[in-house]
């Protein structure tokens, strides 16, 4: 089986209601939907949400790097060679990680395909069915609470709550959200590089000394401050997570080294794709960091790949994969099926995925 063809298109997909975080505000989730052809007719399926906030990737350079240089890299390349394609993907071009991320997806889809396996099984099949939390957009203290409490009510025993743009308010958000969910349900906190090192250190000190039982806090810093993350994580006794600080391998090496963080947050679109990924998972599981799945703004197609790794991997124990239930659509047609919070992973091969409605073709 060899790749013949790639066609880019694009999906875009109301949200329920409107994603609020640190960094940005988000109505419609756009997605560029790739389909990778093999000679024989199989489809592989990839995606990249544009997060230009995060990795730097707008729509029109995912769709010139996918069109103009990575695709023309392995049009012919045997599927079954996965390490070759992988290779030429890596190689390509510098950066541009969620356009890498795209066509890896799309080629490990064919993988399984080609051998008649699903991706979770490839990755390790440690477990087939992961929990994900919820997100909460940050907004005033009574309108997250009511939307904490229709997450509570809906099945979810875990919620990541955004914070992040006013460090006294945020303190009032998270009270009021514990006093009104209860002791049993988990708070994560995701300040989205909100908060300045010192700023962070006296907010999570305040978090601890109310009795908040806070599970984490992802992403306290500005990415690029890795010794702020490390003042942090080195001053608290809430466990701190990296998700903009932890891009790709290279970084989380870095912040490993450092003992920077006490989890990773692995993300398709900042690691450029599921290969870069289970090479972080390797680093992690190395020396015993616990990894959380996450996503960005993304269909169920990059949620269906991310999901595969994280049942795959037992060092990946939390999961962050609700991007497709903050969508009023669903455009795709197979892939991992939802349970209240549970995402179970499908036993098609690849990500068995069959088709994704409303895609249209952008043509050159």
């Not at 023309?72 to 290779?87: A, C, F, H, S, Y």
């Not at 984490?216 to 903009?244: C, S, W």
């Not at 870095?254 to 920077?260: D, F, I, S």
């Not at 991992?336 to 919070?341: A, L, M, P, Q």
Request: glycine residues 8%; aromatic residues 4%.
């Amino acid at each position: 089986m060899k790749i013949a063809d790639i066609k880019i298109g694009k999906v875009c997909i109301p949200l329920k209601k409107t994603f609020k975080t640190a960094l940005r505000q988000v109505d419609f989730a756009e997605d560029i939907i790739i389909k990778v052809i093999a000679d024989n007719g199989e489809i592989g399926f990839g995606n990249a949400p544009p997060t230009a906030v995060i990795t730097g990737d707008s729509q029109d350079s995912i769709i010139a790097a996918i069109r103009d240089t990575i695709g023309p890299r392995v049009i012919g390349m045997e599927v079954d060679n996965l390490e070759q394609i992988m290779t030429a993907i890596d190689t390509s071009m510098l950066h541009n990680s969620s356009a890498k991320a795209a066509m890896d997806i799309a080629v490990y889809d064919l993988f399984g395909k080609l051998h008649d396996m699903p991706l979770y099984k490839l990755f390790g099949g440690y477990r087939n069915v992961i929990t994900t939390d919820l997100t909460i957009s940050v907004n005033a203290p009574e309108e997250m609470v009511r939307d904490a409490l229709e997450a509570v009510a809906a099945g979810y025993t875990e919620l990541k709550l955004k914070v992040g743009t006013d460090a006294a308010l945020d303190i009032k958000r998270v009270q009021a959200i514990r006093e009104a969910v209860g002791g049993d349900i988990k708070l994560r906190l995701d300040a989205n590089q909100g908060w300045a090192p010192k700023e962070a250190v006296r907010a999570i000190r305040k978090f601890e000394a109310l009795g908040l039982d806070i599970e984490l806090i992802e992403q306290p810093v500005k990415a690029h401050d890795f010794n702020g993350l490390k003042y942090v994580t080195d001053r608290v006794a809430t466990d701190i997570m990296a998700d903009e600080s932890a891009f790709g391998p290279y970084e989380v090496f870095q912040l490993l080294a450092m003992g920077a963080c006490d989890l990773l947050n692995i993300k398709l679109m900042k690691a450029g794709g599921l290969h870069q990924a289970v090479k972080i998972a390797g680093m992690a599981e190395t020396l015993n960091v616990p990894c959380m799945m996450g996503c960005m703004l993304e269909s169920k197609v990059g949620i269906s790949a991310a999901a595969s790794l994280a049942a795959g991997k037992k060092i990946i124990s939390r999961a962050d994969l609700d991007a497709a239930v903050l969508l009023a659509e669903d455009p795709v047609v197979g892939g991992v099926s939802f349970t209240k919070n549970q995402l179970i992973l499908p036993e098609a091969p690849g990500l068995g995925i069959t088709d994704v409605l409303g895609w249209q073709e952008i043509r050159s």
